[in-house]
């Protein structure tokens, strides 16, 4: 399930991941960079909906549950974490999307 961006990874911070997107909506900002620590170490299939909120917070809803990731690369299209949940409420299917 690695998201291997290779750039300036930064361990899974909860304060910095919701500090850094009220900033730093629309540019590149350290979520990408968190991504990999975030995936394997702290999101787990079957993680329930309640534990991931307690985790990343509210979701922004953009696209279902999902956390905007602002710009990355391209500068022109923002990226999304996704998060997929079966019918109990627990995590099934975690992606990226630049959208």
Known sequence: MAYDYHEGKLKFDKRLWTI?????????NDRHYML???VDNHLTIGMDSIKVKELLGEPERDFGFSYNLGLYRSG??????ILEFDDNGKLKRVKV???
């Open 76 to 81: 022109l299209d923002p990226t999304f974490l």
């Open 97 to 99: 999307e630049t959208i």
């Open 36 to 38: 990999d620590d975030l």
């Open 20 to 28: 850094n997107w009220s900033i730093r909506q629309m540019g590149e």
